[in-house]
């Protein structure tokens, strides 16, 4: 059985990986804030270049974090996450992008997937749910940043789609992790967002939320899976972590729990 389990590198960096996916021996991984050079509010492994911390400590954390799980920093890509649906095909010539600079990041997307042997995808989290896809058979990657908005509009759903058009992909080789994210038991929302639930899971939607006074709490892990299941990953092969950033500050930062003030952690996923 598959499960996410924390692991602390020789560099005192501690990440979560995915035993699914490290048994068949995928570079992955989720950092933590633990193992980091930042200081307070941003302590310690803090990736967010964004974020209010100094630019080169944050470029020391995610070389460190890179060589946690075994990665070449220089050459990870990245991109300038919006919350859209936009699916970047990363190929040889984006190697480093965004690695060290929020501006040459890929511009205005919020997923990215490749078939290049060792040119890792990283994408940046307080709160949004990571989704790591690996094809064994295809030998292709693919990463998601999915807040409400991507996960309303199925960005996990259609990376693997996007998988399929570039690299042949299909849905019931893949392998997923949904890694630390807010939970169910946090994340709560108003009418417009269930609004928009309704809209894209019009069948499955009321299963995702619970009623809490005039608010709703939203499973943003199950919404994830639905939509996966929905185009054919088998259940089977979807992980979800089960960690709600929110309620482990001490472990991950989370936007809301921390008011705004806070790093990020990264997820990697490498072939």
Not at 28 to 37: A, E, I, K
Not at 82 to 97: E, N, P, S, T
């Given at each position: 059985m598959s499960k996410f389990v924390l692991k602390r590198a020789a560099n005192?960096?501690?990440f979560g990986l995915f035993t699914h996916l490290a048994h068949q021996g995928l570079?992955?991984?989720?950092?933590?804030?633990?193992?980091?050079?930042?200081?307070?509010p941003y302590a310690t492994l803090n990736l967010g270049l964004k974020s209010g911390d100094d630019p080169h400590t944050v470029r020391l954390n995610r070389d460190l974090f890179c060589?946690?799980?075994?990665?070449?920093?220089?050459?990870?890509?990245?991109?300038?996450?919006?919350?859209?649906?936009?699916?970047?095909?990363?190929?040889?010539?984006?190697?480093?992008?965004?690695a060290r600079s929020?501006?040459?990041?890929?511009?205005?997307?919020?997923?990215l997937i490749t078939a290049e042997r060792g040119?890792?995808?990283?994408?940046?989290?307080?709160?949004?749910v990571p989704v790591l896809i690996y094809d064994p058979v295809r030998k292709a990657v693919g990463l998601s940043h999915a807040?409400?908005?991507?996960?309303v509009a199925k960005i996990g759903a259609k990376t693997v789609l996007a998988m399929g058009e570039h690299f042949g992909t299909q849905p019931a080789d893949c392998l997923v992790g949904i890694g630390p994210s807010?939970?169910?038991?946090?994340?709560?929302?108003?009418?417009?967002?269930?609004?928009?639930?309704?809209?894209?899971f019009c069948d499955t939607w009321q299963h995702l939320v619970v009623p809490r006074g005039d608010k709703w709490l939203l499973d943003l892990w199950h919404a994830n899976r639905d939509q996966l299941e929905e185009i054919g990953v088998p259940r089977a092969n979807i992980d979800i972590s089960g960690v709600c950033t929110a309620e482990n500050t001490a472990l991950f930062y989370s936007h809301r729990a921390e008011h705004g003030t806070t790093g990020r952690h990264g997820a990697i996923i490498c072939l």
């Open positions: 005192g960096v501690w570079k992955h991984g989720v950092s933590t804030r633990l193992g980091g050079l930042s200081v307070a060589q946690a799980v075994g990665v070449d920093y220089a050459r990870a890509a990245t991109c300038q996450q919006v919350h859209g649906d936009h699916i970047h095909l990363v190929m040889a010539d984006d190697a480093g992008r965004g929020h501006a040459a990041a890929v511009p205005a997307s919020d997923a040119l890792p995808l990283i994408l940046f989290y307080a709160d949004c807040g409400w908005k991507g996960t807010i939970g169910p038991c946090c994340y709560e929302v108003d009418a417009p967002v269930v609004d928009t639930l309704k809209a894209s």
